[in-house]
Each structure stands twice: as structure tokens, then as C-alpha cells.
């Protein structure tokens, strides 16, 4: 859940407020895959900036990136690898990951609430909030197979990051909760969709792509994963050059990360 301009974008503009370091230097190190050092750099954001949920969701999002590394979901999932990864499917969640990643979103939530006790429209900690349904949502789905549990959790993160950008449409990294939910599920067979629709998802094809787009135009720690997306719909679609081009950005940004370059051998 994806060029050459910046790492991860351009500086949030003047409505987001400015963004510790830290973060952005452990999202560079996930997105790179050296999981190791990004909890090293949110563990340290979290330590100078105790009262901020952002230190100990992105910690979780390196937790739920090492186990879809390890179990390989982006490729099964995703690049639709399904028979070059069967013996990696059956491998089992590790628990200690879990239990890591669920400590971690719980302490994020009780930061956020806490911040928004104080101000309910604090825009930081509804973002955290978002990140962290979505996380939920993500394990859930992909790691645990419970696609029911993970469907309201993407939900209540979608209806969440509308309001977040009601209020702050330069919030672009919190466009992925809605495109994400439009496209994915978009994939679904025909009566699954009209089951969800029934349930309240939102399912636009288009508009989750027009959604990832503006991410991955102009978002910041969710850049680089809303034009992996973008990457993926592209080999959906058979564009395989806008899928090149995409990839060919990622793979240059963070060259530790084998995924880009195999799938670029793929396309070769």
C-alpha cells in the first residue's frame, strides 16, 4: 500500500506543521528496508518528542514492513507472485512482531487521545490516528487473512482522514486512507464489491487512483508507498512503462530494497 524529484517529496506545506527530523529519517530507512535503524530513529524521535503519536505509530509501520519483508506479502499480494511465494505464505506471523507492533499502535493511541482531549481537531494527532487504523487494517488483512476485522478499521481511517482534510486539504499523505480503500477494493470480484458497498465502503476505481495520486505527487512519509501502488495499477493495467518509470524512481531513492529491482528484472 508504491519520481526523481525528493525522497519523499516536498516539504509539507505551511498549513502541516514542520516535521521532526527523526521521522523522516526512519521513514527513509524502512522504505530501504533497514528496519533496525528506522526503530532507532523513531524510538529516538519518540524520546526527544514524548508527547508525539507519530514516534510510536511510524515505529509500528517498521514492525508491519519487516514482517511483510519476511513473509514477502508485497510481492504475493500485490505483484500477484502468488506461485513463486507459496512456501513463504505458509510461513506463520512471528508473535513477538505482533505483540511489538500492537504495543506500539496502543501507545500511539493513547498519545493522539490525549492530544485530541486537548483540541479535537488537532490535525497531528488525527493523521496518527489515521496511520494507525490503517497499519491495523493492513495487518489484519495481510498478514492475518481476517478481511472482515480489517475492512471497518479501513473504513473508520477513511472516514477519519475525510475529516482531517476537510479541514486540512494539505494533508496529502492522509489521501492514501481514501484511495486506498477506492482502488483495492475495486479489485474485488463483483459480488464481494457489492457486499462491501452494502457495508458502507467506498469503491471508485478512479477516484482511489486520483487519491494516490495526489499522494504520491505531494505527500511526505507516504510518497514513495502511494507510487508503489501507483506502480502496481500500472501492471494492472499493462502499462508496463509507467510501471518502469515508477519503479525505476523507487529502486534509485532506496537501491537497498530488492522488491524495486526485481520486479524491474520482471518488466525486463
Not at 146 to 174: C, H, Q, T, W
Amino acid at each position: 500500500m508504491l519520481l526523481a524529484a525528493a525522497l519523499l517529496g516536498p516539504p509539507p506545506p505551511a498549513a502541516v506543521p514542520p516535521t521532526p527530523p527523526l521521522l523522516d529519517q526512519g521513514y527513509r530507512e524502512l522504505y530501504d528496508l533497514q528496519f533496525d535503524e528506522a526503530h532507532r530513529s523513531f524510538r529516538e524521535s519518540s524520546r526527544l518528542h514524548p508527547e508525539d503519536p507519530m514516534g510510536p505509530v511510524s515505529d509500528a509501520a517498521a514492525y508491519l514492513f519487516s514482517e511483510f519483508e519476511r513473509l514477502h506479502i508485497l510481492q504475493s499480494e500485490f505483484f500477484l507472485h502468488d506461485d513463486g511465494f507459496r512456501t513463504a505464505r505458509k510461513l506463520k506471523p512471528d508473535p513477538d512482531i505482533k505483540r511489538s507492533f500492537e504495543a506500539q499502535l496502543e501507545k500511539s493511541r493513547q498519545l493522539s487521545e490525549r492530544a485530541l482531549a486537548r483540541d479535537p481537531n488537532d490535525p497531528n494527532a488525527t493523521f496518527a490516528t489515521v496511520l494507525r487504523l490503517g497499519l491495523h487494517s493492513d495487518y489484519l488483512a495481510l498478514v492475518e487473512e481476517r478481511y472482515v476485522a480489517s475492512f471497518r478499521e479501513m473504513k473508520s481511517g477513511r472516514i477519519l482522514a475525510a475529516k482531517l482534510l476537510a479541514a486540512n486539504p494539505d494533508y496529502y499523505d492522509a489521501y492514501v486512507a481514501i484511495g486506498v480503500e477506492n482502488y483495492l477494493l475495486s479489485l474485488k470480484p463483483a459480488p464481494l464489491r457489492l457486499l462491501l458497498r452494502l457495508g458502507g465502503a467506498q469503491i471508485d476505481r478512479e477516484e482511489g487512483l486520483r487519491k494516490l495520486r495526489l499522494t504520491a505527487q505531494r505527500g511526505h512519509y507516504l510518497l514513495p508507498f502511494a507510487r508503489l501502488l501507483l506502480a502496481v495499477a500500472a501492471l494492472r493495467d499493462g502499462d508496463r512503462n509507467h510501471a518502469r518509470e515508477l519503479l525505476q524512481g523507487l529502486s534509485a531513492e532506496f537501491p537497498r530494497n530488492d522488491l524495486y529491482r526485481q520486479e524491474l528484472a520482471r518488466l525486463r
